[in-house]
């Protein structure tokens, strides 16, 4: 490998320690090379977070958040899909700057459309997104080089240039919207991506959207950055204690005192993500940042940016959720509205929308399920039961035979849910009835749209997607707090069932599977009566027309005494107010 590759990746680590900025790194055709190259420089630490090697298109779709249907129309090899590799990485790790790279090495794989040596490179940052096509010849090693070696070189290009994408003065007419979300379960995330889907989808030529993690910035104190494993832990060995510490947690005079503490711990990094992106409008998908993000505009005296809270839980919900100070609060049901006009919410700040669930759900309601069953390989005229597995579920595999020995002609369709131990469990069992295995699937909505029942936990993203495909729900699994009220909502409205032993779940399938089916397709009517597919596009809508009023000017007299309690607060655990 020559000497000059690594003399670039030395450049541009000094241009990058210069400009106090970070990088990550999102690879196709160069398979781990920009990496290297990275971390080879002593000291690389300081501004290289890390990277993804996205080789399959799979990878790009989970790990990158490239669009399937950017995919489909351009191919791996295209400016889109760069640019949308390297904007995904730089959202997902949390960088400055996200680079990419996409194409074909040879010496196979060309065609007279997309020849050998045709890639393309990307670079992200949180003003633009560029991809550059490239045309290289030589061995599969010289492309991969010289593919290296032009993005490395083209990224200290644009941060040494006075007019380049970094430059504060770069100025976009698009609206930017912000989502704030955590990984403290996977509902957060998946909500933040279906919003962020539905408001490209229907404004996308005239805004951006960024997911950002708070949780993950490097100003945030280890012990709340950490909570996000600490929560799977919890939730598999302390069940009780979880409990316990929700109840308690779960009232006014605790909720005040938890929100005095975020805000001492989260103030400064949200300032930074606030004066970094000055986004016109917030959606926060995660409580914690609400009370932080009010001190954040109200201590700068910044215009006042809308913020819209979107509530991931169907029924029972935490106090912390229900901050006086948010424009907007999106509530799933009219059980929560109830909840936050008790907890002191107008009700000109609520809207009752559903929780938001992947666009692609609502397009899947014209789809024949026969068709999709066709081409998923199923047997199109076996009734499909499918059943999601996941890492925070630990007792599936406890209910699993009795369903197996459950009467009626049906194919079951089990999903470990990226379980290791489970998926395991699933593949050393004799199973009596036709059975499709899948340890991870990258398009749930299309197994719910072609499936007939669904045996999986009260989380509120599975039951929320479920409703929303019309799919009856039968429950073997929730954790104390809030998923207890999402197996009882669902319950209430006759939509499912709650089995908690391997005894019920046999039961249940019978009873629903006999007679035709008919007490099947009642819980399937009632599902898709109570399941709100529209929900991330009623959200975006409300979101756009607030961003269309903007900001609202801080009212200084009516909220000085919240200023200098503020104020005391942080000088309390000796925060700057400005950096």
Known sequence: MHDSLFTIAKELGQALRTKELTIATAESCTGGLLGHLLTSVSGSSEYYIGGIIAYSNAVKEAFLGVRHKTLVSYGAVSEQTA???????????????????????????????????LVYIGISTRKETIAIECHFDGSRE????????????????????????????????????????????MGHRSASAALKDAILLKYGDSCEVEINNPLDHPKTPKALRKSQTDYDEIIKNLPELYKVGYEISDGTLPTAFINSALIAALYTPLRDIIFDYRPDLVLLTYPMYQAPLDAVLTLNN??????????????????????????RCAVPTDEVRQLALKSGLREDQIIETGIPVNPKISALHQTDQKVLRRELGWDEELTPILVVGSPRMFNLAEFLPALDQSEGAFQLILVAGGNEELNDQLQDIHWKHPTHLYDFVEDLPKLMRAAEIIVCKAGGLIVTESLASGLPLIIVDALPGQEIGNADFVVANQ??????????????????????????????????????????FAIANESWNLIQEGPIENSLKNRLAHIVNLQELLSRFNISLNG
């Open 83 to 117: 640019k949308e590799m390297a904007a995904g990485v730089r959202e997902r790790i949390g960088s400055d700057i996200g680079i990419s790279t996409t194409g074909i090495a040879g010496p196979t794989g060309g065609t007279p459309e997309k020849p050998v040596g």
């Open 142 to 185: 010289e492309i991969k080089e010289q593919t290296a070696r032009t993005l490395l070189g083209k990224t200290v290009e644009n941060i040494n240039a006075s007019d380049s994408i970094w430059s504060i003065t770069a100025i976009s007419d698009k609206k930017k919207v912000l989502i704030l979300m955590s990984d403290a379960g």
């Open 302 to 327: 910044l215009p006042r940016t809308p913020l819209v809270t979107v509530i991931t839980d169907l029924v029972t919900v935490h106090k912390i959720w229900f901050e006086p100070n948010i424009t």
């Open 495 to 536: 939509a499912g069932e709650f089995c908690d032993t391997p005894e019920k779940l046999q039961d249940c399938v019978n009873r629903w599977l006999a007679n035709d089916g008919e007490i099947l397709h009642q819980k399937t009517e009632n599902a898709a009566l109570t399941g709100k597919p529209e929900a991330a």
